[in-house]
Antibody, heavy 120, light 110 residues
Framework: QVQLVQSGAEVKKPGASVKVSCKAS????????INWARQATGQGLEWMGW????????GYAQKFRGRVTMTRDASIRTAYMELSSLTSEDTAIYYC?????????????WGQGTVVTVSS | QSALTQPASVSGSPGQSITISCTGT?????????VSWYQQHPGKAPKLIIY???DRSSGVSNRFSGSKSGNTASLTISGLQAEDEADYYC??????????FGGGTKLTVL
């Protein structure tokens, strides 16, 4: 079965960067885009962007351009999301999600989420 | 890109039907049929329940249905059950394989 397992909780200081990993299993990793979304406590979902694990091509939401980088290591079936210049407003649960189809905006399989706390 | 507009909360009694609206613009919902809905229970990751406006994900009850008219999409849940109590988010494709979510609607089953 499709499974996405994310790295553990992180605590970062303002101005630092965080890198979250997402290890995939149960399907051919390079066949489906991986998307990233986040959710602040008690708030709604926010789309961050996507990455094609085959080509490495990416697409980032305007809000995060210049601050987010999505990469992958196909040899270990793992996607990464790095967010820089952190502020307290970046405190949230970060999710990776696999597309329903090879690409597109339907997020069919989700990781368990990674809590990122930004605090001085 | 602004978030899609959903009511903050809706409620209904067991057995009743409810509808959650999701309003966008001619640049997102009104431009195509790439609209989806997610269900999220407290402390859990979201679950895709509807895609392509009205197609149900595998294993999703046929009590859930989706529709669209113009710039507004809707999710209807019929025969409400206690387990349906959750947050619901709509989503629309915008451009370049990116999407945008609605603000979310909290469904309370009375």
């Amino acid at each position: 079965q499709v499974q996405l397992v994310q790295s553990g909780a992180e605590v970062k200081k303002p101005g630092a960067s965080v890198k979250v990993s997402c290890k995939a299993s149960g399907y051919t990793f390079t066949d489906y885009d991986i998307n990233w979304a986040r959710q602040a406590t008690g708030q709604g979902l926010e789309w961050m962007g996507w990455m094609n694990p085959n080509s490495g091509n990416t697409g980032y939401a305007q809000k995060f351009r210049g601050r987010v980088t999505m990469t992958r290591d196909a040899s270990i079936r793992t996607a990464y999301m790095e967010l820089s210049s952190l502020t307290s407003e970046d405190t949230a649960i970060y999710y990776c999600a696999r597309a329903l189809r090879r690409s597109g905006s339907y997020l069919a399989y989700w990781g368990q989420g990674t809590v990122v706390t930004v605090s001085s | 890109q602004s978030a899609l507009t959903q009511p903050a909360s809706v409620s209904g009694s067991p057995g009743q039907s409810i509808t959650i609206s999701c309003t966008g613009t001619s640049s997102d919902i009104g431009a195509h049929n790439y609209v989806s809905w997610y269900q999220q229970h407290p402390g859990k990751a979201p679950k895709l329940i509807i895609y392509d406006v009205s197609d149900r994900s595998s294993g999703v009850s046929n009590r859930f249905s989706g529709s669209k008219s113009g710039n507004t999409a809707s999710l209807t849940i019929s025969g409400l059950q206690a387990e349906d109590e959750a947050d619901y988010y709509c989503s629309s494709y915008i451009t370049g394989s990116l999407g945008v979510f609605g603000g979310g609607t909290k469904l309370t089953v009375l």
